[in-house]
T-cell receptor, first 113, second 112 residues
Framework: ETGVTQSPTHLIKTRGQQVTLRCSSQ?????VSWYQQALGQGPQFIFQ???????GRGNFPPRFSGLQFPNYSSELNVNALELDDSALYLC????????????FGPGTRLTVL | QQQVKQSPQSLIVQKGGIPIINCAYE??????FPWYQQFPGKGPALLIA???DVSEKKEGRFTISFNKSAKQFSLHIMDSQPGDSATYFC???????????WGAGTKLIIKP
């Protein structure tokens, strides 16, 4: 059984650019949640995807968007990057939507200059 | 009302001691309270979780105490070891809005 993987590990972008982060779910999991974790803070929920449909969204602007693919892997896209978008982006997969135990990947560290 | 307040921000304990991390919430609709452990360079991992129908839950050396009337819950680590050094997060969610609301984290150091 493979765990949750994320790519890339680190990324540096400049303000105004666009970025795509990728996540591969744990085998058998059909739900993916994305979180933003600023330095020294707890994770903030961005959105959740269940069987390719958005299943809930946190308090993030529309320039944060996502996709889930038929194999349940997922992408997080952020347009018009701002300096405050610098953070660790975490992907978590679970067997079902809602509050089933979420298994987290190691994250992608995004730095916006 | 959506916040979860966690304290202390950091904690240093001697090996074998019992670190205690506290969390408080305001939203009475919350009914699921997990604790996560995060090591540097890793994503958070679920440690233990409790629902408000019980006042205490133990899993190995980890214990959650829950006080529904005070809207507080805490994590105790028995016989703490240097390998327990990590950042610990409490979180909460409610059935109608299942997204997890996280505390700000406690950086725990266990000294040998």
């Amino acid at each position: 059984e493979t765990g949750v993987t994320q790519s890339p590990t680190h990324l540096i972008k400049t303000r105004g650019q666009q970025v795509t982060l990728r996540c591969s779910s744990q085998s058998g999991h059909n739900t993916v949640s994305w979180y933003q974790q600023a330095l020294g803070q707890g994770p903030q929920f961005i959105f959740q995807y269940y069987r390719e449909e958005e299943n809930g969204r946190g308090n993030f602007p529309p320039r944060f968007s996502g996709l889930q693919f038929p194999n349940y892997s997922s992408e997080l896209n952020v347009n018009a990057l701002e300096l405050d978008d610098s953070a660790l982006y975490l992907c978590a997969s679970s067997l079902g939507r809602g509050r089933d135990t979420q298994y987290f990947g190691p994250g992608t560290r995004l730095t916006v200059l | 009302q959506q916040q979860v307040k966690q304290s202390p921000q950091s904690l240093i304990v001697q090996k074998g001691g019992i670190p205690i991390i506290n969390c408080a919430y305001e939203n009475t609709a919350f009914d699921y309270f997990p604790w996560y452990q995060q090591f540097p360079g890793k994503g958070p991992a679920l440690l233990i979780a409790i629902r408000p129908d019980v006042s205490e839950k133990k899993e190995g050396r980890f214990t959650i105490s829950f006080n529904k009337s005070a809207k507080q819950f805490s994590l105790h680590i028995m016989d703490s070891q240097p390998g327990d050094s990590a950042t610990y997060f409490c979180a909460a969610s409610g059935d109608s809005n299942y997204q997890l609301i996280w505390g700000a984290g406690t950086k725990l150091i266990i000294k040998p």
